[in-house]
């Protein structure tokens, strides 16, 4: 007991040594969060450099459907998986990147399309999916929905759109709402989608809302705007591929974490067309869709669109942005990771031809 008694008291910390030790716990905890944080994350770190080398990687190999967005993981088939004969499409409507010059290509090949049709002649307010030419014979076979908005999509689906029989292809600009609310596990779909470049996309939609009277979004107080001014100060547009694809909210703010997750799901959900590779996107949606392009119909619509050497559209002129020009620089900024998708997409449109074509060889082997 003695030998306890001559024992000091402990030393009260000083200062300088609780900040000291504070620092070390401080360091500690944040290391072991970030060990655990990777240990469970889907896809790789943000630090880790973006490459389609890094993408192509034994990790991912291993791990094929880490990082594909869960709504389309579970509800649409894989490239690696050849078309089936009852497969729904889900087309990616991004305004002003062809998307209705191919509702018009399929309109005219008597595909049954869910898109939006004017009030007058819609029938969303019956109770029953119904199939119809709202214009006549000649002017296409529809659903009585509207993908154009959220409370339209919850319908389709309450309806069961995609398990009716009723539709061959939807046009949507949300493909996630889409995905999710119209498609499930025992209804899985397809999804095609075509893709231009950021920047002639939003220069695009600049001068065409200046003139388009007809539209829900006419906005003719640009006419007085320069381009410059209009991207610096009323463009609220900002990296809307990737947020679509990784669920961000559109005026929320998306990193290199959600490129990545928007990467891969293109990469392994989407068959991908450009608006600069038109007729060969188009040969490519045919295959997917099982389109007979035998039959006088739809050799009729294919000369229709691209029999003379210039592809009908509802393009409009205006004068083109040159890159490094101000107003570029500032969409560019605006718009990074959209940038760094498109660029892989085009990567991927290379790559996927021969996948593309081995569906068309197994067809014509089952046929």
Known sequence: MEAFATLSPPRRLTNKRRAALVLL????????FKLYNN???????????????????????RHPERGVSAWARNNFSP???SPGEKEVVLFWHIPKSGGSTAKSIYRCMDQSIASRLKPNVSHT???????????????????????????????AGRLGLVAS?????????????????????QHKGRMLGLFRHPIKRLESKFYYLQKADWE????PEWKDLSILEWATVHNKESNVMVKNL?????????????????MRTIEKRFVVGLTDEMKESIRRFNIVMNIDLTTPRNQNCMRRFFGHGTLKTNSNSHPKLEPGSPAWDVLAQDN??????????VLLFDQQREVINSYATSANEIN
Not at 141 to 154: E, I, L
Not at 173 to 180: K, R, T, V
Not at 246 to 254: E, I, L, S, Y
């Open 79 to 81: 490239l690696s998986a």
């Open 25 to 32: 716990v401080s360091i500690f905890a944040l290391v072991n």
């Open 216 to 219: 829900k979004s006419y906005r």
């Open 336 to 345: 990074a990771l959209d940038i760094q998708l498109y660029e892989y997409i």
């Open 39 to 61: 240990s469970i994350s889907l896809v790789p770190t943000v630090d880790e450099t973006l490459s389609h080398r890094q993408l192509s990687s034994s990790w991912i190999r």
């Open 246 to 262: 990784a669920g961000v909210g559109f005026h929320d703010t998306a990193t290199e974490v959600e490129l990545r997750v928007a």
């Open 125 to 155: 307010k019956d109770k029953e999916l119904i199939a119809f030419e709202p214009y006549g014979k000649r002017g296409g076979t529809f659903v009585n929905v509207d993908m154009t908005t959220k409370s339209g999509m919850r319908r």
């Open 165 to 185: 029989g009723k539709v061959d292809i939807l046009f949507a600009m949300d493909p996630a709402f889409a995905g999710e609310h119209l498609f499930d596990k």
